[in-house]
């Protein structure tokens, strides 16, 4: 909680539990983090039919929302998007054997998986490296 102490957040939740297990024990897992605001109360809704009921709580009137920054203003130059296409053939067809380190790599993940052997992993992160290598080279290439 010291964290909370030096730089004035606030935390509420609500005296009821949000969450009941199948076990019938109940849990509160949803609280409200807060800073300069007043919250009035939390309060457990039950209108869900669910094992996890939401929460709703009340600020008190005359918030006062800062504004931390002012709009980016941005211009879309539409008629370069309008004349650059690019068909989904040149997408996928633009690196050949893509497809075969994809397979080779979601059946390696698998064989691991099964086995947890280490030399297995160590083959699992070089093939995701070299698909990694291949679209960041493509890439670049643009």
């Known amino acids: 909680m010291d964290l909370f102490d030096i730089s004035n957040y606030e935390l509420s939740a609500p005296q009821c539990p949000t969450y009941y297990s199948l076990a019938g024990n109940g849990d509160v897992l949803d609280i409200v983090v807060h800073k300069n605001i007043r919250v009035s109360e939390v309060i457990v809704s039950d209108i869900l039919n669910s094992d996890h009921l939401p929460i709703k709580f009340h600020i008190w009137d005359h918030v006062k929302i800062m504004n931390l920054s002012e709009p ?27 497809d075969h380190l994809i397979k080779h790599k979601q059946r390696l993940r698998k064989l691991w998986q099964e086995t947890r052997d280490p030399a297995c992993k160590t083959a699992v992160n070089w093939v995701t490296k070299s698909i990694r290598r291949m679209i960041r080279k493509k890439a670049l290439e643009r």
């Not at 690019?86 to 050949?96: F, M, T």
């Open 72 to 98: 980016i203003e941005k211009f879309t130059d539409w008629e370069r998007l309008s004349t650059n296409k690019i068909s989904l053939s040149d997408i996928n067809n633009d690196l050949p054997g893509l």
